[in-house]
């Protein structure tokens, strides 16, 4: 059974909506990363002039050097939502004034080239510009200026960035939610309308549905329907044929039996009595094969079929064979069996495959003469076949297409008494389809009698496998 977890709507939403969604995902991972630049560009500029601006008011006496007033800070400040830090070190890296807390520099300096950075101050994220001065008559010592300050300023303004990118965005993807919902509902609309026509249909409306109006993707669903339909009417017509026939061919002995049995019950001579229950006998036994028959046929019709296994072919054949041995000896029938001596492996049903046999060589026995002869043969040349031949009347070759037709019995009879109901060889060919195999009638050369052979497919490799398996 085919089982559907989700509805389609639902899948093709994810389908298409989760790679828009990774891509906002990551066009947001994108500008976060360029708005984090942009920030600091615009604030690491402010935050080097601070630092040189404290860099021009040093004295040429660094061991002179006092903290800057408040004041002098507060005007430095790039921002007025972030606190400024300042440091001056000597160029042996010794504190002079200022905030001791900020971390020196980590690479070496270079006085014309501001380096920024990112660091901490008391577990607080903060960017530091870091300069060098060389006031004159340092006799080439040198300061080195570090300017920090928190970094508020710059998230507040990478968060604004980002909205202008996001919020357009998930607009953006709303309405392509909503469009896409409305384009699939759309869409989807002939698979409803599909199904409100088949919902529609009483049970013996078999007609096809009409693919006029169904979209390209749609037509192949509404052929594969159509098909099922018209398997399912010639499945039903064919029932409603074989039950016509059927009831038309048991009305025979059944009123034969009652015939008899009104007979038997007028006579009162023994001899005239035990005449009729003989043909109470034969007309009881002609309507139990009638009725097995038609069950076989029933059984193994194509719908009820089942899979299909590795079955060895000869084995079957040569049981087959052996059950009919107690008929052949009642006419005296030279009986016997061909076989290769090995396991002849086809891929059948055991079952139905017996029953193709039985039904062949039970023909084979019945239409063939007293002390006729009539062999069973399993062959693997060229494919594997199974053939029965007798030395009976034989089939005219104008009736041969016709013998295997349900009910059908034509000229083939030794005598107008040989009982049958014309479903045998039906029998054989239906499941000789199911098998995927040929049944094919012939004459003997020069000779009465008829050859009936069920051709089957060559073993594929696998199966040749399981050939060797079973014969070992």
Not at 211 to 223: D, R, S, T, Y
Not at 277 to 292: G, K, W
Request: with cysteine.
């Amino acid at each position: 059974m085919i089982s559907f977890t989700s509805s389609i709507r639902r899948q093709l939403l994810c389908w298409l909506l989760f790679p828009i969604i990774a891509l906002i995902v990551i066009d947001t991972a994108f500008a976060n990363i360029f708005g984090m630049e942009i920030a600091n560009d615009a604030y690491d500029e402010s935050l080097i002039d601070s630092a040189n601006a404290i860099a021009e008011h040093l004295q040429a006496d660094g061991a002179s050097m006092s903290e800057l007033p408040s004041t002098a800070v507060s005007f430095l400040k790039v921002s007025k939502n972030d606190l400024f830090f300042y440091q001056i070190l000597n160029s042996r890296f010794d504190y002079i004034a200022g905030e001791r807390t900020i971390p020196p520099p980590v690479k070496m300096l270079k006085r014309s080239v501001p380096y920024v950075r990112s660091g901490k101050i008391a577990d607080v994220d903060v960017r530091i510009a870091c300069v060098i001065s060389r006031p004159e008559g340092m006799n080439g010592d040198f300061f080195i200026i570090q300017a920090a300050e928190t970094t508020q300023s710059r998230r507040a303004l990478i968060d604004k960035i980002l909205l202008s990118v996001l919020i357009p965005q998930l607009v953006m993807l709303v309405i392509i939610a909503l469009m896409i919902w409305y384009g699939v509902k759309k869409g989807l609309m002939p698979l409803r309308r599909l199904a409100e026509a088949v919902a529609k249909r009483s049970p013996t409306d078999l007609k096809e549905l009409s693919e006029e109006g169904a979209p390209k993707e749609v037509k192949p669903l509404v052929e594969s329907i159509n098909s099922l339909l018209e398997q399912v009417r010639a499945d039903r017509e064919g029932q409603q044929r074989f039950v016509a026939n059927a009831a038309h061919q048991l009305r025979t002995p059944l009123a034969g039996l009652k015939t008899q049995a009104q007979l038997a019950l007028r006579e009162d001579d023994p001899v005239e009595v035990h005449h009729s229950l003989e043909q109470i006998e034969s007309s009881a036994e002609r309507a139990s094969r009638l009725v097995h028959q038609l069950l076989t046929l029933a059984r193994f019709e194509p719908s009820r079929f089942q899979d299909l296994e590795v079955v060895d072919l000869e084995a079957l054949a040569a049981t087959a064979t052996r059950e009919l041995v107690p008929q052949a000896m009642a006419k005296s029938l030279d009986f016997g069996f061909e076989g290769s001596g090995e396991a002849v492996v086809v891929s059948g049903n055991a079952e139905a495959l017996h029953e193709m046999m039985v039904n062949l060589i039970e023909n084979a026995i019945l239409y063939t003469p007293e002390a006729g002869k009539v062999t069973v043969r399993v062959q693997s040349m060229d494919g594997v076949s199974f053939l029965v031949e007798d030395t009976g009347c034989g089939i005219d070759e104008s009736e041969r297409g016709k013998v295997f037709e349900r009910f059908y019995r034509g000229n083939i009879t030794s005598t107008p008494a040989t009982p049958g109901s014309g479903l045998g060889l039906a029998i054989v060919r239906e499941i000789a389809q199911l098998h995927g195999a040929e049944v094919t009638l012939s004459g003997r050369d020069n000779e009465p009698g008829v050859v009936v052979c069920v051709s089957f497919s060559a073993l594929p490799a696998s199966q040749k496998v399981e050939a060797s398996a079973l014969s070992s």
